[in-house]
């Protein structure tokens, strides 16, 4: 269970997202909102970052919006949840300070309720049913990975309208049966901004070694293959499959070296692996590109001149030229340096988003509102749907515009952000 339970982190990177070492915990709130993260010491100093001087009046003469947030801040998974609390906050800090969200004329304020899902399936349905049943919630953040198998049928049986971080693909998660169920990130579209990545800057690449964890890569597999056939790469042999908590990848170069392919995909793995593999490749004299998602400043630390030729996506950063203004304005409300995960946050800013498009508090409105948008802003950029016909429902899985860097040598350049394509 617990090796599972690791390898799922990966759908953080989504494709996740690597898995880099645990960050700082959470600020503390100042004001009233018991969940909202610390002003005078984070924000940014910049003029597109700075709150209204009368920031503190207004928020005051707001109604307050309670929103739901399930985020596993113990156990293994907290070395992503607890990050993703941090930047939750700052979003929710970040509406505040824009006049909250404006429904029929009022503005409400944000105050996030959040409950611990412990990193486990009990957890979770606990966290859900406090929600639920005790708060009595409408609008729920959360939670991501499989632990929305716990989730989903409490929400759904109480009609109240629930944005999944991301998760593993598993049809119990969202169907044409789960109305109220909304997806803040289709894990294939990341993956296609990958491959477009590696197209675009290696042109001649025609096949491509496609290397995974092997837990979580079954509910995957037909969906990267045939993201690979739309792509218009092939693929080098059969998946080279990997176990999260090998002590030596070089085994797993070898098999991926023979295959000799032009280049080679990581879709889902941690850093450990990842640079491992990288190592181990490198070091038998592989000189193709590599892609998966990275951390740059992370890469390029644990690899140093062995980090060459990587195609990285994912990783946001002050000094990424191309980053969307939103993301920018996130990352200076806390450590710029920090690695930021960017689902939980970015599925508050859908909702907040789809509430006002809504012009209601109504689950069910915002839900058939939604239904129609084709368009949503996002920290990422302008939101699209995508995914329809993977998951049975109108505009629930939404996507965005990735970040993409190059390295070489140890050194990060960043590209224009890439707009993947649709999952059918």
């Known amino acids: 269970m617990k090796k599972t339970a690791w390898v799922s982190v990966l759908m953080v990177l989504m494709i996740l997202l690597a898995v880099v070492p645990a960050l700082a915990g ?21 003029p597109t970052t700075a709150a209204p001087s009368s920031t503190e009046t207004t928020t005051a003469q707001m ?28 979003v929710a800090q970040m509406i505040n300070e824009d006049g909250g969200i404006k429904v029929q004329g009022k503005s409400y304020k944000v105050e996030l309720v959040i409950e611990d899902g412990k990193s486990s399936l009990d957890g979770n349905t606990a966290a859900a049913n ?14 991501g990975a499989f632990f929305n198998l716990a989730t989903t049928p409490i929400f759904e049986q109480n009609k109240v309208l629930h944005v999944a971080n991301y998760n593993g693909l598993n049809p119990a ?26 197209k675009l800057y290696y042109p001649n690449v025609k096949n491509v070694a496609l290397a995974s964890e092997d837990a979580t890569f079954p509910a995957f597999e037909p969906h990267f293959r045939a993201l690979v056939e739309r792509t ?3 693929l080098a042999g059969e998946p080279i499959l990997y ?16 295959l000799n392919p032009d280049a080679v995909w990581m879709p889902i793995g941690i850093d450990p692996t990842y640079f ?38 994912l990783s946001k950063q002050v000094e990424d030229p191309y980053i969307a203004a939103p993301m920018k304005r ?3 409300m806390g450590d710029p340096k920090r690695h930021v995960f960017g689902l939980a946050p970015n599925a508050l800013y859908l909702l907040k988003h789809a509430i006002e498009a809504a012009d209601s508090l109504d689950p069910t409105v915002v839900r058939d509102k939604w239904e129609t948008l084709t368009s949503l802003p996002t920290l990422y950029g302008d939101g699209f749907p995508s995914g329809n016909q993977l998951y049975g429902l109108p505009n629930h899985a939404w996507a965005h515009p990735i970040p993409v860097c190059l390295i070489n040598d140890g050194k990060v350049e960043y590209k224009p952000w890439i707009l993947p394509d649709v999952t059918p």
């Open 26 to 46: 959470c600020g503390k709130a100042e004001e009233t909102t018991t969940t909202s993260a610390p002003t005078q010491t984070t924000a940014g100093p910049t």
């Open 63 to 90: 109604e307050t919006l309670q929103i739901g947030v399930i985020l596993s801040l113990t156990d293994w998974f907290s070395v992503v949840d607890a990050a993703e609390k941090m930047d939750i906050e700052y």
């Open 130 to 143: 406090k929600l639920v049943l005790d708060k009595k919630l409408k609008f729920v953040v959360g939670p």
């Open 173 to 198: 998660e969202m169907n044409k049966d789960t109305r109220y169920a909304f997806l803040g990130l289709d894990p294939i579209t990341q993956q296609s901004a990958a491959l477009k990545a590696l």
């Open 232 to 234: 218009g790469l092939t």
């Open 243 to 258: 176990a999260t908590q090998a002590e030596d990848y070089n085994p797993i170069a070898a098999k991926i070296k023979a």
């Open 276 to 313: 491992g593999i990288v190592k181990g490749l490198r070091t038998l004299g592989y000189q193709g590109p590599i892609t998966f998602p990275v951390d740059a400043p992370s890469v390029v630390g644990a690899l140093g001149d062995s980090a060459t030729g990587i195609v990285g996506i």
């Open 330 to 332: 996130l990352l200076l």
